[in-house]
């Protein structure tokens, strides 16, 4: 990879680490990702889907610009004479209240922040872009490659939307990566997740001197959590409910007329989360009826589990046992140590590691991302780097500190270098993209 693709990579992660934005507030963060992108070639488009900080930068060998749509993409996978496409997931959004510096204890400033790693994830894949076009150009391979910036991963918006409105449909491949603790193709389920609002209507009144007149909103949002707790003992080992409360606003001498709920409902079927989501919402329509007040479901968003591809799982893996991976200085191995100490973590002094094995079999996961919907339209890959010390959770502000220093930026740079050496594969050899649209089914 050129030095100067690197140094462009390491200002990129910091200046987007320095000027975290949530979801759907990106500016900043994709315009210095589309700016790096365009230095180097790639043609910029903004507002996808809809989205203001969504965009995809484009570079062709040439045939495709003039190409009638209709010969770039066959009923199932790639027309056989069709020059391939090679998508790379780009994100940049932070997470709220994970402000940190990089330093190896808490340091918490309220603000938003790179909990995980996103700051990084984006510009490995702008990094990973650049490199498959100057192998590209080198050999005048023919193909297309295309980097799309994706917004609120977080709030797992961006991408859904995206592929609803056919943004992903002609690629060949997809490719990503996310920042971990450790090194390895990420073979995994990410779960099913239907997100949703549930929004109760009671009445208020005096809670003390004419508590029979009022339709407390706020107990019918504490029934059905009721409900969803006693759920718990009925659905399989996977599915996952989580809540928050999203409005209690009011003194206490008022009956509350309004309150609000936000649930995550996750497992590693959509079918099994649909009907946990079923049930959910049963619960809250009990609530509803034993107070007397009025319910309103909003769905928020939802996304399918991850689609695993074993064809490119290998192939990648492949190229991952060829790449070293990154070596630790003693300074970054004494703060491992100690943000290890600091933060809790139980890695017993083992902080990085180097590739590990492929496993057989796919690696259920008890997280989400919106990639998963992606998967179930083009084969898509993920792989997974060390951007931080073994037992470093993510949405956490360890994740913060490291992905914002040399620990992160040393992740980076490896998923980045991995990324490119398995797409230049399947630039190379297209059969391959053939045999992964295969498993598509």
Not at 58 to 71: L, Q
Not at 90 to 95: I, K, S
Not at 188 to 216: C, L, V
């Amino acid at each position: 990879m050129r030095e100067e693709i690197l140094k462009k990579m390491k200002d990129t992660a910091d200046y987007i680490f320095c000027h975290p934005e949530l979801s759907l507030k990106e500016y900043k963060s994709s315009h210095a990702l589309a700016d790096f992108l365009e230095a180097e070639g790639f043609e910029i488009t903004w507002g996808l889907a809809g989205f203001e900080t969504a965009f995809v930068a484009e570079w062709s060998s040439g045939r495709r610009k003039n190409e009638p749509e209709e010969s770039v993409q066959a009923e199932n996978g790639p027309a056989e004479s069709t020059e391939p496409i090679i998508g790379f997931l780009a994100e940049y959004d932070a997470l709220p209240g994970l402000g940190q510096e990089c330093v190896s204890r808490q340091k918490q400033d309220g603000g938003p922040g790179h909990g995980c790693g996103h700051n990084l994830l984006g510009t490995a894949c702008a990094g990973a872009a650049c490199d498959l076009k100057d192998r590209m150009q080198a050999e005048n391979l023919p193909g297309t490659i295309r980097v799309y910036g994706c917004p609120a991963e977080e709030i797992v918006v961006g991408k859904i939307r995206m592929n609803e409105q056919g943004v992903f449909d002609d690629l060949s491949v997809a490719v990503t990566w996310h920042p971990f603790d450790r090194n390895r193709v990420s073979y995994d389920i990410w779960q099913a997740q239907d997100i949703k609002n549930y929004k109760f209507y009671g009445t208020a009144a005096h809670a003390s001197k004419h508590p029979e007149m009022g339709r407390s909103a706020l107990d019918a949002a504490e029934l059905m959590n009721v409900g969803v707790n006693y759920l718990r003992e009925h659905v399989t080992d996977d599915v996952r409910m989580h809540y928050t409360y999203t409005n209690t606003d009011g003194p206490a001498n008022i009956v509350p007329a309004y309150a609000s709920t936000n649930y995550f409902i996750r497992s590693n079927k959509w079918e099994r989360t649909a009907d946990a989501s079923e049930r959910v919402d049963n619960c809250a329509r009990g609530a509803a009826l034993m107070t007397g007040t009025k319910i309103e479901i909003e769905r928020v968003t939802c996304n399918k589990e991850m689609k695993v591809n074993r064809t490119l799982a290998e192939l990648f893996y492949e190229e991952m046992t060829k790449i070293p991976a990154p070596s630790y200085t003693k300074e970054e191995l004494k703060f491992a140590e100690e943000i290890s100490e600091a933060a809790g973590f139980d890695n017993k002094g083992e902080y990085f590691t180097g590739l590990e094995p492929l496993e057989d079999k796919p690696v259920p996961l008890s997280i989400g991302t919106d990639v998963s919907d992606v998967s179930h339209t083009v084969p898509t890959i993920m792989l997974s780097a060390a951007a931080m010390c073994k037992g470093t959770p993510l949405h956490h502000w360890a994740a913060t500190a490291q992905a914002g220093m040399s620990i992160g930026q040393k992740g980076m740079f490896y998923a980045a270098e991995c990324m490119a050496a398995g797409a230049y594969r399947l630039v190379r050899e297209p059969e391959l993209i053939r045999k992964a649209w295969q498993e598509m089914g």
